[in-house]
């Protein structure tokens, strides 16, 4: 996991709201448009993708539906619904646990790995359209 960028101590406190307020408005922007661009150009919503995005390279080639949920900061519930989504598209599949019955696996297919591939790009795209890359 990257290592968050280390800021320098804000001279008052209406520096540190102002940035707080200026990181809050380039999220929701990206978000917004990484939302709308993936939709309608691969018909994923922002979460969908993420959820492949975490699949994608997850050792064994599938990861427990806990540590996505922790990955995405998502619910249980909201996970379910993102997850029961994708399955109905065919992309990811859904295992129960061997070690621990009460856990759930979750995997990417290889058509979920192919709509991902497609994906990736304009999600980077996005991604640099809203976020200083140059630092």
Request: glycine content about 6%.
């Given at each position: 996991?990257?290592q ?7 001279v ?17 922007s990206?978000?917004n ?8 150009q ?5 979460s ?6 975490r ?5 064994g080639g ?8 922790e ?12 997850v ?22 979750v ?18 795209a996005v ?9």
């Amino acid at each position: 996991m990257a290592q968050p960028k280390v800021l320098q101590q804000p001279v008052n406190d209406a520096e540190l709201v102002a940035r707080w307020r200026d990181l809050a408005a380039t999220y929701s922007s990206a978000r917004n448009a990484l939302d709308r661009e993936l939709e309608k150009q691969h018909g994923l919503g922002l979460s969908e993708f993420e959820a492949l995005d975490r699949l994608v390279d997850a050792p064994g080639g599938h990861h427990r539906m806990l540590e996505v949920g922790e990955a995405m900061c998502l619910s249980q519930s909201a996970l379910s619904r993102v997850v029961a989504r994708l399955e109905r598209e065919g992309l990811v599949c859904r295992d129960m646990c061997t070690e621990d019955r009460r856990g759930v696996y979750v995997r990417l297919t290889a058509a979920g790995r192919e709509r991902h591939a497609a994906a990736r790009p304009t999600h980077l795209a996005v991604l640099a359209s809203h976020l200083d890359t140059t630092s």
